[in-house]
């Protein structure tokens, strides 16, 4: 049986006051308070102002569609079974290699990029069905993958990224980090050099999204949003300094 996502709305709207202290109008008037445009940071203010990840990506598309639920007014038999997936900020590629854009940037073959320190970032431009392809492997890990994703822009804005067959690849000509992707895990590989291994920050295994019998020295497991916090950005930013950047 389809999920009735229009239902499923109207459940989480007509909750947002007792559980959340904000009717739908009042988050509406706090987000475009803040003055964020991009999906990544809207979710992310959201969360910080004590939202679940998937309330927070609700509002946003809801933000996004004008302050309008998404489903109003649509028959149940008429709802998809998925919510709709918004294009997110410009991802570009050309042959199958997107990079990450900066503002105002320049088409250029996405393979010869690399974006040294203080150099305005350059892309090439095309839709992002290469990423969504492999996301829509991760299933129910996708609004995850998007967020590991976000977090590591974050943390490296002009780094190149590239999609590969099962993960994506951070940082050229050596990437410092791979974020594996399957419906079952995550796994995101970290260049970390001599860092010591626990039982989060684990040893990096052979291929770790790279070339066969290759491995970056660290691995994360996530299924979980809450294992992105404070520690897992120190890592990142780790990775991102011995890369250079």
Known sequence: MATDFGEKEREFIDGLKENTGRDLGEWMEAISGAGLVQRNDIIEWLRRNGLMFSKASWLERIHHNGGRPIYAGVPPEATPRRPPQRRREPIASEAYVPVLAGAGAKATPAASVS??????????????????????????????????????????????????????????????????????????????????????????????????????????????????????????????AGAGG
Do not use: C, W
């Not at 492997?137 to 067959?165: C, D, F, M, N």
């Not at 039982?199 to 497991?221: C, F, N, S």
């Open 115 to 240: 974006v040294p320190s203080g150099t305005p970032a350059t892309t090439a431009t095309a839709p992002p069905e290469d990423l969504d392809s492999l996301l829509v492997r991760a299933k129910a890990y996708r609004p995850l993958a998007q967020h590991v994703l976000g977090k590591i822009r974050q943390a490296s804005p002009g780094a190149t990224v590239s999609v590969r067959e099962s993960s994506v690849a951070v940082g050229a000509p050596a990437p410092f980090a791979v974020l594996g992707i399957t419906a079952k895990e995550l796994r995101l590989h970290l260049a970390l050099g001599d860092h010591p291994f626990d039982d989060v920050v684990r040893k990096g295994q052979a291929g770790g999204g790279l070339g066969k019998g290759e491995a970056l020295t660290h691995m994360l497991v996530l299924n979980d949003a809450r294992q992105v916090d404070a520690r897992f950005m120190e890592l990142l930013a780790l990775a991102v």
